[in-house]
């Protein structure tokens, strides 16, 4: 056919470096921006057979994240604005490392296996920059805009607008307008209430932040930071920087008290922090977030007097009093997944109502189709009294500013805003609902990180031998004290986090755990 022709000459335009192998890990392909010429080029063709076989329109990001500017990453993304499905990941994987003389049977594979039909049209949005005139030609070219924002848009493209309008206009539109009727029940706030510091990482977050600002109507008082005007994307700020370090980003000036947050480079994360009147820093990670959304939620829910099942998501990295504080004193399910957002994804799925927050900030809410629909037709009731009205009005403006198709910065920022002034909290009272254990974080670089295998979503080392014995027995030595190594699925190294009751023997034991790890 003429079209593999085509793709064959082209596909020379962009050849792959020799030797280069890569994998389609957690978020897509990552690497240096260098190295992503040929993958560009391909998964242009795998998510144009992808919208083939879907019907659907697809989506490409091409992004650093929270990752250093040079470093970057293309993912896929499905019809409902989801992840690509596993399958799709090895055949992106196959794709990307075949040799060019391969490439097309690599392709007509794919064509077949999936039992593709190559004259059905194809449908792709792309975000970030590919420099190709064919890749172009075969997709919607979007411009800029957040993570968040492009899969909110394909799934509103392919839910025909039930989902929103696909337009940055219409994210806006949507979210503002909840958000507003939000705040209307939250009475009395001063302007220092409304007012937040918002450090957007130089990134895409900050630009969309004040695109979004007039929609807001001045309940929002948004003070920004490192918004790409001059400092470099993600250095010394954004949401990893801030949870990783545990202090603040350059270049905000905050005062006693006030509320910040840090979004990441592409605005899919998002932290909040203040410092108190002594000067401490007190972070309020993905953990928290997740804490005072589900404790809000339940709290409605009982109001409403809906009988809807809710349960925490987390990772291994989730702070152990947040889990305690959730299962014991919230009285809610916790679950705990493998690292990477897909896999919290799917686990949420599985409730009524799943809250799902990685710590390091990147999470959102998922309401099952069947509790919309309790939740719609409740609102409707003539029979309900005040109280039960105000919960179930409040539950459906919550649904329709949550982005339940990703974790979203500027989605979840709404969110947080909205019930802190509903329940008339400040960042203190929040940070007071439960106490973090100290922790650390730290990376090893090793020879070879793959011959670390986990188990127990990732919280024991099954190999190699004898690690996980010798994690038991420094752990041992220290109060309320958790450890863990794996595998980075993003950076050739080896991640190590502990916790316990002090600092200081959370620095030691990880200090000591990542010696064993050599
Ligand atoms: P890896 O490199 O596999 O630890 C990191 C984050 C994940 C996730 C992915 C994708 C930590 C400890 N890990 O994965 O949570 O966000 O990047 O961006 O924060
Ligand atoms: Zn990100």
Aim: proline letters at 3%; glycine letters at 6%; aromatic letters at 6%.
């Amino acid at each position: 056919m003429a079209q593999f022709e085509e793709v064959s000459q082209k596909s020379k335009l962009h050849p792959k470096p020799e030797g280069l192998t890569l994998q389609y890990g957690t978020a897509g392909f990552r690497t240096h921006a260098k190295h992503l010429d040929h993958i560009m080029f391909r998964m242009g063709l795998l998510a144009t057979l992808r919208s083939k076989k879907t019907k659907s329109t697809i989506g490409v990001m091409v992004t650093a994240s929270h990752n250093p500017e040079e470093d970057n990453g293309v993912k896929l993304i499905d019809p409902m604005g989801e992840m690509v499905t596993a399958m799709w990941e090895g055949y992106a994987t196959q794709l990307a490392n075949a040799e060019q003389d391969s490439l097309l049977k690599e392709l007509k594979d794919i064509i077949e296996k999936e039992d593709i039909n190559m004259s059905e049209p194809a449908s792709v949005y792309v975000v970030g920059l590919p420099t190709d005139m064919t890749v172009q030609r075969l997709m919607n070219y979007y411009g800029l805009v957040t993570t968040p924002q492009l899969h909110y848009m394909v799934c509103c493209c392919n839910t025909h607008g039930c989902y929103g309008s696909p337009t940055v206009e219409g994210y806006y539109q949507k979210l503002s307008q909840a958000f507003l009727q939000l705040t209307q029940n939250a009475l009395n706030r001063t302007d220092d209430q409304k007012r937040l510091l918002v450090d957007g990482a130089n990134g895409i977050g900050a630009l969309k932040m004040r695109e979004m600002e007039p929609f807001l109507r001045s309940e929002m008082q948004v003070v920004l930071s490192n918004d790409g005007s001059s400092g470099k994307l993600n250095h010394m700020c954004g949401a990893d920087y801030v949870k990783v370090q545990q202090k603040a980003p350059q270049g905000m000036n905050m005062g006693v008290g006030e509320r910040c947050c840090s979004f990441d480079g592409d605005a899919d994360r998002i932290v909040y922090y203040y410092t108190d009147s002594k000067g401490c820093f007190h972070l309020l990670d993905g953990d928290k977030i997740a804490t005072l959304i589900s404790t809000y939620l339940k709290e409605l829910l009982t109001q409403a007097g809906l009988n809807l099942q809710i349960a925490v998501v987390q990772t291994a990295y989730a702070n152990g009093s947040s889990t305690r504080y959730l299962e014991d004193v919230m009285k809610v399910t916790v679950c705990c997944t493998k690292t990477g957002v897909k896999h919290l994804h799917h686990a949420a799925q599985e409730y009524d109502i799943g809250v799902y927050f990685e710590a390091n900030g990147h999470g959102t809410v998922l309401f099952s189709k069947a509790a919309q629909k309790q939740i719609q037709e409740l609102v409707k009731d003539p029979n309900s009294n005040d109280e039960r009205k105000r919960a179930v009005k409040l539950l459906e403006s919550t649904i329709n500013l949550i982005n339940q198709t990703v974790g979203d910065a500027i989605s979840d920022m709404l969110v947080i805003e909205a019930v802190l002034a509903i329940r008339g909290m400040s960042a203190q009272d929040w940070d007071a609902i439960y106490t973090d254990l100290p922790n650390r974080q730290l990376k090893v670089t090793v020879s070879d990180r793959r011959v670390i295998d986990t188990t127990d979503a990732e919280r024991r080392a099954v190999s190699p031998e004898g690690l996980q014995d010798t994690i038991d027995s420094l752990v041992k030595k220290y109060k309320s004290a958790r450890s863990f190594v794996r595998p980075s699925g993003t950076e050739d190294v080896v991640r190590v986090y502990a916790e316990a009751d002090t600092q200081e023997s959370a620095d030691s034991l990880a200090h000591e755990v990542s010696l064993a790890v050599y």
